[in-house]
């Protein structure tokens, strides 16, 4: 089975400041991996992923994220952070690809001016 | 709209009571899943239907709860004889691919079920 660590609920960052989302995952199997963000009263939107090939992958809005076998990580960066940034920020695994995503759960990201 | 429409989007149950909770995905997404995410949780695997065939009930909790998708396109999440434990944020999501192919997954807001 597949699982999804996030420690601590609530992350601050200052405005401009580098942020940064751990995710530490677990598969018996090549993973695929998530990033989602979910701003208030929307649904969660797929940030970045990690299927194949590259590990360093980038989404939008500034984001990046690197896969790290040997570490079995997926944590989530973006260099400068700005007030829209604040949201609830979830990682997510599936094996092998299958669309049965298994959550963390979550970050609620709060950007201080 | 072109995004995932779920109704309602709140629902209070007295407990005991049987509620449906509606999705319509995006048009012509073959694929179509639900969640159920409890407060402070990240979302859990329900169950998933690709067209109208449901492959995978694995995460229903119990088998109070049923989900169909009769013509491949809107699908209802029926909860009968709900019980405090069953109140949460039940999202729906749905993909243009098939399974075993990472594709992006668009999610409705969600309806949140409150069970008193």
């Known amino acids: 089975a597949q699982s999804v660590t996030q420690l601590g609920s609530h992350v601050s960052v200052s405005e401009g400041a580098l942020g940064l989302l751990r995710c530490n995952y677990s598969?018996?199997?090549?993973?695929?991996l998530f990033w989602y963000v979910q701003y208030p009263n929307q649904g969660l939107q797929l940030l970045l992923k990690y299927t194949t090939g590259a590990t360093l992958v980038k989404g939008i809005n500034g984001f990046e994220a690197e896969f790290k076998k040997s570490e079995t990580s997926f944590h989530l960066t973006k260099p400068s952070a700005h007030m829209s940034d604040a949201a609830e920020y979830f990682c997510?695994?599936?094996?092998?690809?299958?669309?049965?995503?298994?959550f963390g759960k979550g970050n609620q990201v709060v950007v201080i001016p | 709209g072109a995004g995932v429409s779920q109704s309602p989007r709140y629902k209070v149950a007295k407990r005991g009571q049987d509620v449906a909770l509606r999705c319509d995905p995006i048009?012509?997404?073959?694929?179509l899943f639900w969640y159920q995410q409890a407060l402070g949780q990240g979302p859990e695997f329900l169950t998933y239907?690709?067209?109208?065939?449901?492959?995978?009930k694995s995460g229903l909790p119990s088998d109070r709860f049923f989900a169909e998708r009769p013509e491949g396109s809107v699908s209802t999440l029926k909860i009968q004889r709900t019980q405090q434990e069953d109140s949460a944020v039940y999202l729906c999501?749905?993909?243009?691919?098939?399974?075993?192919?990472?594709?992006?997954?668009?999610f409705g807001e969600g309806s949140r079920l409150t069970v008193l």
């Open positions: 048009s012509g997404h073959v694929s």
């Open positions: 598969s018996s199997v090549p993973p695929y």
């Open positions: 997510a695994v599936s094996p092998y690809g299958n669309n049965r995503l298994a």
């Open positions: 999501a749905s993909s243009s691919a098939r399974d075993r192919v990472a594709g992006e997954l668009f």
């Open positions: 239907f690709q067209n109208e065939a449901q492959l995978d």
